[in-house]
């Protein structure tokens, strides 16, 4: 009986490692976060921005989402949209071996007067009820040159509230 590698072998494995794994070893996973940022009222947003230059030749493939608040939130992610103002983030390589040199643009906004994000296709919308939230995109999502992708909290309570958003992806 001829064997068909059902079970796999080294180089060609049945069970391969994730996306965020692969990446980080090719020196390809960055990641950018706002650190804590204070808003205040119900129309007060925190946004992150990934925007992949059309000037870029680089797929960016989102491997997760993460971040919090202290009070309710709701989390938005949008596709195409276009953050007002905003502040230029670094992106820092997950392996140390490598040079922090990402194509992507990550940038982000805190207002307390509204909506920063003009535009775009919201694409999914979560509410969250304090604390922490993880979304592992593993790569489902995915920017060619030109596209934009923002995560934006927004406050979901009249008063303070301490919130953060932190992101991971890969370009290849």
């Known amino acids: 009986m001829p064997n068909f590698d059902v079970f796999g072998n080294i180089n060609h494995p049945l069970v391969t490692e994730g996306i965020g794994g692969n990446g980080i070893r090719h020196g390809v996973l960055y990641y950018a976060n706002t650190n804590p940022q204070n808003t205040s009222g119900s129309n007060s947003f925190l946004s992150l921005q990934l925007s992949n230059p059309t000037t870029t030749v680089r797929e960016v493939r989102i491997v997760r989402v993460f971040g919090g608040a202290f009070t309710n939130t709701i989390l938005h992610y949008i596709r195409n949209g276009t953050l007002n103002g905003g502040v230029t983030l670094a992106a820092f390589n997950g392996n140390f071996a490598y040079a922090d040199r990402s194509q992507v643009i990550p940038s982000f906004s805190v207002s307390n007067a509204g ?10 919308s979560f509410i969250q009820v304090g604390g922490p939230v993880t979304n592992e995109v593993d790569g489902r999502l995915m920017l060619s040159p030109g596209d934009r992708f923002i995560v934006l909290l927004q406050n979901a309570t009249g008063g303070n509230n301490i919130q953060s958003i932190a992101m991971n992806w890969i370009e290849k």
């Open 115 to 124: 909506n920063p994000v003009i535009g775009g296709v919201t694409l999914a």
